[in-house]
C-alpha cells in the first residue's frame, strides 16, 4: 500500500537521479496531491472502523452478555478509558474520539440484551441511553465523530425495530428471548415464513432502500464525522443480513 510519504520520496528520487527535476511549481502540485491521498485514506479509515464497531461487536457481545452481563456492562468503562487515553495525544485523538461514540453503544448493548431483552418496547429507549449526551456534545461542538457514529448506530436500530413492528415479529422476539437456544429454531422458521410473504418482503425492500439513501448519502460527504455516521448506518444492513441468514439455515 502507499504510505504518506510516496509523492514526496518519488520526486526526491527522480530528482537525485538527475533525469528529472522538477520545477518548484510541481513539488506543490505533489503536496497537494499527497495530502489529498492522505485526507481521503483517514476518510475510509473511519468509514471502516465505525462499519466494524457496529457490525463484529453484536456478535461478540451477544454471548457474552447473556452469560455474563455484568462483565459486558464494566467492559464499558474499559471502553471509555481507552477512548480517553487516545483522546489525550494528537494522533490518536479521532480514534479516541470514534471510540467514546462506541461506547455508548456497548453500555446500551449491556443493559439491554443483558436484563431486558425479552421485552421489545423498551429496547429503543434502551439503545437511545447516550442520545441526550450525545445531543449537548454536538450543540457545543465535541466529539462529531464518536457522537454521529453513535447517532448512526442509533438510527440503524430505530428502522430494524420499526420493520419488526410492521412485519409483526415482536411476538416471535419474546418468544426467542424466553427459550434455551437449542429449542429456537422452530420459532425462527416462523418468523422467517413472516418475512417471506408479500408484505414482509415489500417491508424488507423499504428497510434496505432506506438505509441505503440515508448511507450513500452521508458517504459523499467529505467531512470525517459524516463518514463515521455513514459506516454505522450501511453496516446495519450487513447486521440485519446476517441474522436473517442465520434464521435461514437454523
Known amino acids: 500500500m502507499l504510505n504518506n510519504n510516496f ?11 538527475g533525469q528529472f527535476a522538477l520545477p518548484q511549481e510541481n513539488c506543490g502540485i505533489i503536496n497537494y496531491l499527497q495530502a489529498v491521498w492522505c485526507a481521503r485514506r483517514k476518510s475510509w479509515l473511519v468509514f471502516a472502523a465505525a462499519s466494524f464497531l457496529v457490525s463484529v461487536p453484536v456478535f461478540a457481545q451477544a454471548p457474552l452478555v447473556r452469560q455474563l452481563p455484568l462483565f459486558s456492562l464494566l467492559m464499558t468503562i474499559g471502553w471509555v478509558w481507552l477512548g480517553l487515553i487516545l483522546l489525550k495525544e494528537e494522533a490518536t485523538h479521532l480514534w479516541g474520539d470514534l471510540l467514546l461514540g462506541f461506547s455508548w453503544s456497548w453500555l446500551a448493548g449491556s443493559i439491554y440484551w443483558g436484563w431486558f431483552r425479552w421485552e421489545p418496547l423498551i429496547h429503543l429507549p ?3 441511553i447516550g442520545l441526550p449526551f450525545a445531543v449537548v456534545s454536538l450543540w457545543y461542538g465535541w466529539g462529531k465523530v464518536g457522537n454521529w457514529f453513535y447517532l448512526g448506530s442509533l438510527l440503524g ?6 420493520y419488526f413492528y410492521l412485519t409483526d415479529l415482536i411476538p416471535y422476539w419474546r418468544q426467542l428471548m424466553k427459550v434455551d437456544t437449542t429449542l429456537a429454531t422452530p420459532i425462527l422458521q416462523s418468523a422467517l415464513a413472516q418475512v417471506n410473504t408479500p408484505w414482509g418482503i415489500s417491508c424488507s425492500v423499504l428497510l434496505v432502500a432506506t438505509l441505503l439513501v440515508i448511507g450513500l448519502w452521508t458517504l459523499g460527504k467529505n467531512q470525517l464525522h459524516w463518514k463515521a455516521f455513514s459506516g454505522a448506518v450501511l453496516s446495519t444492513i450487513l447486521v440485519d443480513s446476517l441474522f436473517w441468514l442465520a434464521a ?3
Open 248 to 250: 435461514s439455515i437454523a
Open 126 to 128: 434502551v439503545e437511545a
Open 157 to 162: 436500530t430505530a428502522l430494524t425495530d420499526v
Open 7 to 17: 509523492f514526496s520520496i518519488a520526486a526526491k528520487i527522480l530528482s537525485q537521479s
